[in-house]
Structures are given as structure tokens and as C-alpha cells.
């Protein structure tokens, strides 16, 4: 890996920003990498990059990821990351692709630190680090890592790369979300220059079905509702479908975007069991043209994109049928009607659009 020098400090052009982070890395003996819960493709992208990144700038990091999906173990540097750590306090908290606090894996490690840091792309980033570098413009958190390790004078190479573009192939959905920007092709091509497999790549993680999800669309499908004159779908798998299926971590992907891609249908809601013992799900939706779920999930204590966006509910899967629920500041509680309620939010935005 070669590495160019860093534009010298207070030259015209710089961002003060930026310098800080490269400054905060360049001192930190102990450094930490985290990433959002059920971490996708991008958040283990960006982490494994930052890893990278870390190293060519002549230190070292703990990537700490409690659960690895599978479909992204070829990764450079799968084998170092770790599923907890014992250091007691780092000098730096790096938080990639995560909106919020509550949602970052590993947050202990991340309130303990001297520093912390937040790189993001979402457009409801609560700005918890003592440094946020937040683009909400940006198509995936790997591309903003692109321009940041350019700043940083190191050079992209065929591992980083292959880790950076695999956080923008999942987050574009394959290039074709319509944040995607003329530098995310250029980029692309520059990285096909250097050798990275952008085919070997979108086979493995947009293409490639594991049998147990394959097991799971089958059931999603079997069981998909279409409400509201046809705009909206609902969909759900249990604890006991995952146990069934022999579901390993991250063999749910995919399936909210299995309504969303119906003629008509504008918003998928997609919920999933996260503990039994707890009767806590994981709400998925995803929009396609005018609807922002990222505003209906935040009335929910979640958050998101304007297309793709998640929120936490609870209550029991019968209790998803019934008219009571309970809505506290940042969760669904109690007996709740999920699909009601979710319906009673984008009824007013469906309707909403309409009278516009
Ligand atoms: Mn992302």
C-alpha cells in the first residue's frame, strides 16, 4: 500500500473537520470501530474500510461486531474482528453508518472513551459524537469514506476498495436508488481499474440467496397483506419461522423490499421477531416514490432514510391484531396494533399527498 502525505494543516482548502478526525486517529493509542445493530452490508463495509484505513495511517483498531452476517465473511479483515472487547477504555470511539446512539452496538465502549467520532450518511444522525461528520446526501457511509481517506492522503487499494464497494453496491441496492451520484460511478470505475471484482462482489451480496432466506421469502410472500387500496404491504416472520429455517444472522435481508417491488404498492412494512422472551420487534419499511418512512418510523422512536427506514416495537404477535396500544416516547409498548397504526401514519400521508 502506498501512502501520500496529508496537505499540511491550515493550508487553504482543508476542513477543519477532517483534520480533526485524521488528528484524533493520528493520536489515539487504542482505537474502536462499531456499527449499527443487524449491521447491512454498508455498516460492515465502512467498518472493515475504517480498519484498513487505521493501519495505512500506521495504527491499529478492534473492530468489534457482535453479529457477522455471513454472506459478508470474504471480506479483508473479517478474521480480525471481534465480537467484544475487554479494553475498559478506548482513547477513540469511531460510530459508522449509525443514526443514533441507542442503536450502536457496543455503546458502552462508545460512552467510555476519551473521544468518539461519528461518520454517517443518515438524514435523522442525532450528532452524538464529540465529532460528526454527517452527509445525508451521500448514498451510502462508504462513499463519504471515499473522500475522507482521499483528504487523508491514503491510498484506496484493491482491499479497501472491495470493502467500500461493497457498503455502496448494498446501499444502492445495486446502483439503482436514486441517490446515487456521478462520482459513485466514477469511483466504481476507478476501483474495476484497480482490480476490484464489482461483479464477483454484487453476485455475493445482492444476488446470492442463503437457504434459509430463500425458506423465509416463502413464507414473507405467503403471508403478505395488501392494504390500502393496494399502496400498502404487511408482512411479518416469527421466532419460531427463524428456528424452523435454521435462520443464521442476516438471513432476513431483503425481505421488506419483496412488497415494495409490486406495481402500486408505494410503502412494504416488514416486521420481524427479535426476542421472544421479550415480544420485541424489529419494524422494517420501505417506500418507493413519495412517502417518507423515515418520518412515519421516527413517530416510533426509529428512524432512517426518506426510503428505507426501521423502528422497535412490542407487544405479541396476536396483540399485532388487536385495536390497543400504547405509544411512550421512544417505543410502541403494550397491546399494540402494529399494522393499524402503522396504517393510521401513512393513511395521512397517503392522503395527504393526494390533496396536494
Ligand atoms: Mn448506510
Not at 185 to 193: P, R
Not at 288 to 317: E, K, P, W
Request: hydrophobic share 40%.
Amino acid at each position: 500500500m502506498t501512502q501520500k502525505e496529508p496537505v499540511p494543516m491550515g493550508q487553504k482548502g482543508r476542513n477543519m473537520t477532517l483534520d480533526t478526525i485524521l488528528e484524533e486517529i493520528k493520536k489515539a493509542e487504542k482505537i474502536v470501530i462499531l456499527a449499527h445493530e443487524t449491521p447491512d452490508g454498508d455498516a460492515i463495509g465502512s467498518c472493515l474500510a475504517m480498519n484498513l484505513a487505521v493501519k495505512a495511517l500506521g495504527k491499529s483498531a478492534d473492530v468489534v461486531i457482535k453479529e457477522f452476517p455471513r454472506v459478508f465473511d470474504f471480506l479483508p479483515g473479517r478474521d480480525e474482528v471481534k465480537t467484544e472487547s475487554n479494553v475498559e477504555q478506548y482513547d477513540l470511539a469511531i460510530a459508522l453508518d449509525c443514526a443514533d446512539l441507542k442503536r450502536l452496538v457496543g455503546k458502552e465502549y462508545f460512552e467510555e472513551a476519551k473521544q468518539t467520532i461519528v461518520i454517517d450518511h443518515h438524514g435523522s444522525n442525532k450528532m452524538f459524537g464529540d465529532i460528526n461528520f454527517v452527509n445525508p446526501v451521500a448514498p451510502a457511509c462508504c462513499q463519504i469514506l471515499i473522500g475522507m481517506f482521499e483528504y487523508f492522503g491514503i491510498d484506496i487499494n484493491k482491499e479497501l476498495g472491495t470493502c467500500i464497494l461493497t457498503g455502496i453496491i448494498t446501499d444502492t441496492g445495486g446502483f439503482k436508488y436514486p441517490g446515487v451520484t456521478a462520482e459513485t460511478f466514477e469511483f466504481t470505475a476507478e476501483l474495476l481499474g484497480k482490480g476490484v471484482n464489482v461483479s464477483d462482489i454484487y453476485k455475493r451480496v445482492l444476488q446470492t440467496k442463503t437457504k434459509a432466506n430463500f425458506e423465509l421469502m416463502k413464507r414473507t410472500l405467503n403471508r403478505m397483506e395488501i392494504l390500502e387500496d393496494g399502496k400498502v404491504t404487511f408482512t411479518y416472520v416469527t421466532n419460531q419461522d427463524l428456528k424452523e429455517v435454521n435462520a443464521g444472522i442476516g438471513d432476513h435481508e431483503g425481505l421488506v423490499e419483496l412488497g415494495r417491488d409490486i406495481e402500486g404498492v408505494e410503502v412494504s412494512i416488514f416486521i420481524r421477531e427479535k426476542d421472544e422472551a421479550e415480544n420485541t420487534y424489529k419494524v422494517s419499511m420501505r417506500s418507493n416514490n413519495y412517502v417518507n418512512v423515515s418520518d412515519v418510523c421516527l413517530m416510533f422512536g426509529g428512524g432512517g432514510h426518506q426510503r428505507a427506514a426501521g423502528a422497535t416495537a412490542q407487544g405479541t404477535i396476536e396483540e399485532v391484531r388487536d385495536n390497543e396500544f400504547v405509544i411512550t416516547n421512544t417505543e410502541v409498548t403494550g397491546s399494540i396494533n402494529i399494522i393499524k397504526k402503522f396504517n393510521w401514519c401513512i393513511s395521512i400521508i397517503l392522503s395527504n399527498r393526494e390533496i396536494k
